[in-house]
């Protein structure tokens, strides 16, 4: 079956815009989790999102962070006002989870590729 | 907090050499602990877990054992592929507090013929 999608797959923009990236998770999942890939860096977490509980936002680095999750499926992360610093691949995974637990596999899609001029 | 410490990379070994990746994890309690394999241009999948102690994953000739008195979850395979070749990240989630996964830095893997 379908595996997550993110869009765009890479987004080139300047300084001080707005992006939008996009993820699309697999049916049925539950939890959607969002995380930033620096070059040489591990995975940092950025947002999690499970159910109808309250987004965990505690991995956003600054309020020009945001995101929502529509009907429990599709995500869109927004990054306003884009510094040099937010340069990076952005990583969306999403997991079954009907409760949370610690158990379940997360399934990553392809990553969105931003940089920023 | 939680942490997940990889040993750096890059690894660079033979073709049907062994390999052994060091992880080890600190928790508060017994997290369940994954490896993740990231292909050039391609995001991270699942290549084994185990979610407690003495647990031994295992998938592709890949196989690691959740080992809690050292905290450890060294990733090991007998004969290594050029298409192993690859990033694999270790990564630690406790049960309770957050849920939130925790990843080591990832350790770079290249496998020459």
């Known amino acids: 079956g379908a595996g997550v999608s993110q869009s765009p797959s890479n987004k080139v923009t300047e300084k001080g815009k707005d992006v939008e990236l996009r993820c699309d998770p697999i049916?049925?999942?539950?939890?959607l989790y969002w995380y930033r890939q620096s070059l040489g860096q591990g995975l940092e977490f950025l947002i999690y999102?499970?159910?109808?509980?309250?987004?965990?936002k505690s991995g956003l680095p600054s309020d020009r962070f945001s995101a929502e999750r529509t009907g429990g499926s599709v995500s869109t992360l927004t990054i306003q006002r884009t510094q040099q610093e937010d340069s990076a691949v952005y990583l969306c995974?999403?997991?079954?989870?009907?409760?949370?637990?610690?158990?379940?596999?997360?399934?990553f899609g392809p990553g969105t590729r931003l940089t920023v001029l | 907090g939680d942490s997940v410490t990889q040993m750096e990379g890059p690894v660079t070994l033979s073709e049907e050499a062994f390999l052994t990746i060091n992880c080890t994890y600190t928790?508060?309690?017994?997290?369940?602990l994954f490896w993740y394999v990231q292909y050039p241009g391609e995001g991270l999948q699942l290549l084994l877990k185990?979610?407690?102690?003495?647990d031994k994953g295992s998938n592709k000739g890949f196989e690691a054992t959740y080992r809690k008195e050292t905290t450890s979850f060294h990733l090991e395979k007998g004969s290594v592929q050029v298409s192993d070749s690859a990033v694999y990240f270790c990564?630690?989630?406790?049960?309770?507090?957050?849920?939130?996964?925790?990843f080591g830095r990832g350790t770079s893997l290249i496998v020459h013929p």
């Open positions: 995974a999403s997991s079954l989870e009907r409760e949370r637990t610690a158990t379940d596999t997360q399934y």
């Open positions: 049916s049925g999942h539950t939890a």
């Open positions: 999102f499970q159910g109808n509980s309250a987004p965990d």
């Open positions: 928790a508060t309690g017994y997290p369940s």
């Open positions: 185990a979610t407690k102690a003495d």
């Open positions: 990564a630690s989630r406790e049960a309770g507090g957050s849920y939130i996964p925790t």
